[in-house]
């Protein structure tokens, strides 16, 4: 993913109050790493960020605070684009576009993650990414973001109305009334963010066709870049992740669905010196530190979602990968 994204993260936790050099330790990120906003670093060692920063803050609602107080232009190549669109479903398009510059990881299968849906009269954005996925705080970031860069940009305009999210309320569930301003439904059978139907009728002012164009050459360029510099091993997380916690992983169904055959993925992994369950042990390795990081997620629901049949199971993988119990990891970083 863009290292934009963690070095912002980390300078605002900084500044509430976290140690830098503890953070970084954690997470596994160096200074080198989150220089280029364009660079890439895992996103595992993303999530341990967030998950140590809160930590570090006592500040659950860290992120979403953080998203609701950044500007998208400073992190990505993709801000600048959406500030550059000529509408919001314009705006929407780019971020479909762009979305593997920001993330590379293809939860979405292929898919559209964000749709502009008119139900009723009613105007919704809805955010379709799979649920069970890591925690809420990727659906607080995205509605946060929404909120946060309309209201920067057009202070005088309602922009968000009310929220309906699929997960329960979040202990820190004030912060939602505090930071977004609207009500919001938990427990709902859909994320989606209803906005004003003026945002649908609406262009922005004219004149940005050539910002537009000379940021979108750039993007495209990093696009053709991720293309042919994935690493194999990349492109297997990519596929393995949103499926982790289902514990049926086969090496048949992931060269399948990377379009080869089962010897060709065995012969491009063993070029990086890897194979398919060294790969997946591995994954399942620094997801593990990232969950129990976050302190959020107990033993029992990171063995279910790695994909452990029984807690045991996974407590005797996690002493192979640390040398350590989850518990006493935890306790250690607490």
Same mark, same amino acid.
């Given at each position: 993913?863009?290292?934009?994204?963690?070095?912002?993260?980390?300078?605002?936790?900084?500044?509430?109050?976290? &140690?830098?050099?503890?953070?970084?330790?954690?997470?596994?990120?160096? #200074?080198?790493?989150?220089?280029?906003?364009?660079?890439?670093?895992?996103?595992?060692?993303? #999530?341990?960020?967030?998950?140590?920063?809160?930590?570090?803050?006592?500040?659950?609602?860290?992120?979403?605070? #953080?998203?609701?107080? !950044?500007?998208? =232009?400073?992190?990505?190549?993709?801000? /600048?684009? %959406?500030?550059?669109?000529?509408?919001?479903?314009?705006?929407?398009? /780019?971020?479909?576009?762009?979305?593997?510059?920001?993330?590379?990881?293809?939860?979405?299968?292929?898919?559209?993650?964000?749709?502009?849906?008119?139900?009723?009269?009613?105007?919704?954005?809805?955010?379709?990414?799979? /649920?069970?996925? +890591?925690?809420?705080?990727?659906?607080?970031?995205? *509605?946060? $973001?929404?909120?946060?860069? *309309? $209201?920067?940009?057009?202070?005088?305009?309602?922009?968000?109305?009310?929220?309906?999210?699929?997960?329960?309320?979040?202990?820190?569930?004030?912060?939602?009334? =505090?930071?977004?301003? %609207?009500?919001?439904?938990?427990?709902?059978?859909?994320?989606?963010?209803?906005?004003?139907?003026?945002?649908?009728?609406?262009?922005?002012?004219?004149?940005?066709?050539?910002? *537009?164009?000379?940021?979108?050459?750039?993007?495209?360029?990093?696009?053709? =870049?991720?293309?042919?510099?994935?690493?194999?091993?990349?492109? @297997?997380?990519? +596929?393995?992740?949103?499926?982790?916690?289902?514990?049926?992983?086969?090496?048949?169904?992931?060269?399948? &669905?990377?379009?080869?055959? $089962? +010897?060709?993925?065995? $012969?491009?992994?063993?070029?990086?010196?890897?194979?398919?369950?060294? @790969? #997946?042990?591995?994954?399942?390795?620094?997801?593990?530190?990232?969950?129990?990081?976050?302190?959020?997620?107990?033993?029992?629901?990171?063995?279910?979602?790695?994909?452990?049949? =029984?807690? !045991?199971?996974?407590?005797?993988?996690?002493?192979?990968?640390?040398? +350590?119990?989850?518990?006493?990891?935890?306790?250690?970083?607490?």
């Amino acid at each position: 993913m863009a290292a934009g994204f963690a070095a912002a993260l980390l300078d605002y936790a900084v500044e509430k109050g976290a &140690d830098r050099g503890q953070l970084l330790d954690v997470s596994g990120l160096t #200074h080198d790493a989150l220089a280029k906003q364009d660079g890439r670093i895992l996103v595992s060692a993303y #999530h341990a960020l967030i998950g140590a920063a809160i930590a570090a803050t006592g500040d659950g609602a860290l992120v979403m605070r #953080h998203t609701m107080e !950044s500007k998208l =232009e400073s992190m990505s190549i993709v801000g /600048q684009i %959406v500030h550059s669109s000529n509408s919001m479903v314009h705006s929407m398009q /780019q971020l479909n576009r762009y979305a593997r510059l920001m993330a590379d990881v293809d939860i979405m299968q292929g898919a559209d993650r964000f749709e502009v849906a008119v139900e009723d009269d009613k105007v919704w954005i809805v955010d379709h990414l799979p /649920q069970p996925y +890591q925690t809420p705080m990727a659906i607080e970031a995205s *509605f946060s $973001r929404f909120i946060s860069e *309309f $209201r920067r940009s057009f202070p005088d305009k309602v922009f968000g109305i009310e929220m309906e999210v699929t997960y329960p309320p979040p202990p820190y569930m004030s912060a939602y009334a =505090e930071l977004l301003k %609207v009500p919001v439904r938990f427990n709902g059978t859909r994320n989606a963010l209803r906005i004003d139907r003026f945002w649908l009728d609406t262009d922005f002012d004219p004149g940005n066709e050539y910002i *537009f164009a000379i940021f979108t050459d750039h993007a495209d360029a990093l696009l053709a =870049e991720l293309e042919t510099s994935d690493t194999i091993r990349a492109k @297997v997380e990519a +596929q393995i992740l949103p499926a982790l916690h289902t514990g049926t992983i086969s090496m048949d169904k992931i060269s399948r &669905d990377m379009g080869m055959s $089962r +010897q060709t993925l065995y $012969r491009r992994l063993q070029e990086e010196g890897l194979t398919f369950a060294q @790969v #997946h042990d591995e994954l399942r390795s620094r997801m593990a530190r990232d969950y129990l990081t976050a302190s959020k997620v107990s033993v029992n629901e990171t063995a279910y979602l790695l994909g452990f049949s =029984e807690a !045991s199971s996974f407590v005797r993988a996690f002493k192979r990968w640390t040398g +350590q119990s989850p518990k006493a990891y935890r306790d250690k970083i607490a």
